[in-house]
Nanobody, 119 residues
Framework: QVQLVESGGGLVQAGGSLRLSCASS????????MGWYRQAPGQERVLVAR???????YYDGSVKGRFTISRDNATNTAYLQMNNLKIEDTAMYYC?????????????WGQGTQVTVSS
């Protein structure tokens, strides 16, 4: 099993920045890809960014150019740097880990961290 713990969420004004972290533990050798999803109230959970997806880093069009996903293999931590935040970025953000780099559902989820962007 793999455990994922997110941190770094909070309240920020529009135009501001936040950096989310996802610490992984357990059978981390099983992880070949990590990603970030978000879910706003009343909406489906959607993929925001993933590294790698196949041989590329994936970003949803709504965050491309503003968000950057990275992964520190030495500390088994994934990050999501979020710049120029918009009110519509308000959501619960979830870290995810995958056994493969191909498209498909995550094998593991974190508990989520709330991001709220105010005007």
């Amino acid at each position: 099993q793999v455990q994922l713990v997110e941190s770094g969420g909070g309240l920020v004004q529009a135009g501001g920045s936040l950096r989310l972290s996802c610490a992984s533990s357990g059978n981390i050798h099983m992880i070949n890809s990590m990603g970030w999803y978000r879910q706003a109230p009343g909406q489906e959970r959607v993929l925001v960014a993933r590294i790698p997806t196949g041989y590329i880093t994936y970003y949803d069009g709504s965050v491309k150019g503003r968000f950057t996903i990275s992964r520190d293999n030495a500390t088994n931590t994934a990050y999501l740097q979020m710049n120029n935040l918009k009110i519509e970025d308000t959501a619960m953000y979830y870290c995810a880990a995958y056994h493969t780099v191909g498209w498909g559902s995550p094998n593991y989820w974190g508990q989520g961290t709330q991001v709220t962007v105010s005007s």
